[in-house]
């Protein structure tokens, strides 16, 4: 746990969120080198203020923090960091990844994942449908995610399990207070074959502005989201807005025309989500070689090394294919990890997709063919 200390430190220093925290542990590596950079470094090279450097420079670990490992090595519960192999690979890929991530039980940082959420008051038809889709990818070998609520959450996490599959349920809490509490026996259950996980201290409470954050990780955890049943102002159309921000798909189920629990949906599909009827319409979005899952095919991070392609490829290509995985990335994203012109960067990416080693997804996003 000693490890730990250094991220815990950085991340209480006031004014670091979660996009900051990211931009630091890229430019510098670690937190251990972000707090002994030197205000000068920092302000050069990270771009912050000086009163902020300073702030990093003189910051000590927070009272608390040594009570909150001991609760959860004492709970079996791990604690991993944004430069861990098994931090989900697709989470550090959005701008406001959570330095560290509570987990009790197995995260497959690897596996593929879709998300399902959407009313707590939901009506047979959508817990019927989410149990059902969940239960369908579960089969699949798709995990399913979504945030333990009562309703439709309490059903995708039910139908990942009749399907035996894995299912990761983030809370709003900590993992030392489940919420809700009804859904406690229901956690345990995740936890023995998949995962329960927060951004949040042990002894975090359920408070409101803990939800919405909760849920940029629901969405950035997954390929796709799928919203079944939600009214004009569900909770679950921010984790819907979240995942197109994110680059992800976004998915709604139908209900009646007149169903003000479903009226949240049918605005999600008026402005371009996908209509789900059946789990079909969600797996023919993504390339068969994403969805299977097989760790062989993901890179682990710091892994930069890909198998030569059969055609011949240009040395600058081949860099670019070397920063690319199979999950898709935006151009804009790619431009900026190289450090190349839009323009230069859009020729290299034909480049490869002529040689067949890359994929092109809509919306500008390209991801590395096994």
Known sequence: MERLLPWFTLAGVRGIGAHLFKRLIETFGAPEAVLGAGVESLCQRAGISVSLANAI????LPRGVRTDLAAARTAGVKIITYNDAIYPALLRQIPDPPPLLYVRGQL????PAIAIVGARNATEYGLTTARDLASHLALRGIIVVSGLALGIDTAAHL?????????????????GRIYPAENRKLARRIAATGAVVSELPMQAGPDAHHFPRRNRIISGMSLGTVVVEASRRSGALITARMAADQNREVFAVPGSVGSLKSAGSHQLIRQGAKLVERVEDILEEFPAAVLAGNEDNIKTPGQNSVKTPTAVISSEAHQVLSAMDVYPVHIDVLARKLQLPPGILAGLLLELELAGVIVQ??????????
């Open 57 to 60: 420079v003189g910051h000590q």
């Open 108 to 111: 497959a940082a690897a596996g």
């Open 159 to 175: 139908g990942a399990l009749d399907g035996n599959g894995a299912t990761v349920a983030v809370l709003g809490s900590g993992l």
């Open 361 to 370: 997804w809509p919306g500008k996003r390209f991801a590395r063919k096994p």
